[in-house]
């Protein structure tokens, strides 16, 4: 069983985000500390158990990224996978959605999958485009969502519980397959002393685009631009209502229709 699961290095969840005075397509990198996206430390957590199930395989990430993505790489190895693979250029983090899925399907062509296990989405832009994307251009089935797995490797199929509107669906797929995983699905682990020390000395092999047969230029030309980033507006300090409950509620009531909320 050969598992694929593309990463994706993303800010902080407590990073203080600041756009650039400069260039407002951009976010203030200096100072900032990026991770190993969360959903797809989940991604990650299901190809480990998937292969300790079966006793056998192989699970490789890969990432298409900037240099500084090195690290995401790294702390995937440091949990377990085998195999790390970084696609990088100049310019990289140009890439759109459909660029990045389509340098993604040029890699995963090239290489023996049976599986391909993705974050649900990134918490950077949170589009969950490119597994969808990937999917259609590799010509394989997908589910998303997904908070249950079970392979069968003889029958080559797989089911999967998905998170639906207030519900849960199953649905049984041929493989190969990609599945986007979601919170509930697995409890990530921890890395070990050892498992940092092994991945930090790690040779990590880079890719470019050339390497893949594919034209930088053209990647790299998006075809969802950003016109400007801007922060939400700063939160207002709330509100106290002195008095009696009764008192208290009436004027709650006011206050609310006053905001044409009621």
Do not use: W
Request: hydrophobic letters at 40%.
């Amino acid at each position: 069983m050969n598992i694929i699961v593309p990463i994706k290095q993303v800010p902080d969840t407590e990073a203080i985000i600041q756009v650039d005075g400069s260039d407002k397509t951009k976010i203030v990198e200096s100072g900032i500390t990026f991770i190993l996206n969360p959903y797809d430390e989940y991604a990650v957590e299901e190809g480990l158990r998937i292969k300790e199930l079966l006793g056998q395989g192989k699970v490789t990430a890969v990432t298409v990224g900037p240099a500084r993505s090195d690290s995401a790489l790294r702390d995937a190895l440091a949990l377990g996978i085998d195999e790390a693979v970084h696609i990088t250029d100049e310019g990289i983090e140009k890439a759109d959605p459909f660029a990045v899925a389509t340098i993604l399907a040029k890699f995963v062509s090239s290489t023996p999958y049976d599986l391909i296990l993705c974050g649900r989405q990134a918490i950077d832009d949170d589009s969950a485009q490119v597994p969808a994307f990937l999917a259609e251009m590799l010509n394989i089935s997908q589910a998303i969502c997904v908070v249950g797995v079970e392979i069968d490797p003889p029958n080559k199929k797989c089911k999967v519980k998905r998170e639906v509107d207030g519900s849960y669906e199953t649905v049984e797929m041929s493989l190969p397959a990609i599945i986007t995983c979601s919170k509930g699905l697995n409890e990530p682990r921890y890395p070990s002393i050892r498992g940092k020390m092994q991945a930090k000395k790690a040779q990590i092999p880079v890719k470019k685009l050339v390497d893949l047969g594919l034209d930088s230029a053209e990647m790299l030309n998006p075809k969802l631009k950003i016109n400007s980033l801007e922060l939400p507006p700063t939160r207002t300090a709330g509100k106290k209502l002195e008095g009696e409950v009764p008192e208290a509620v009436k004027k709650l009531v006011e206050e609310l229709k006053s905001r044409k909320i009621l």
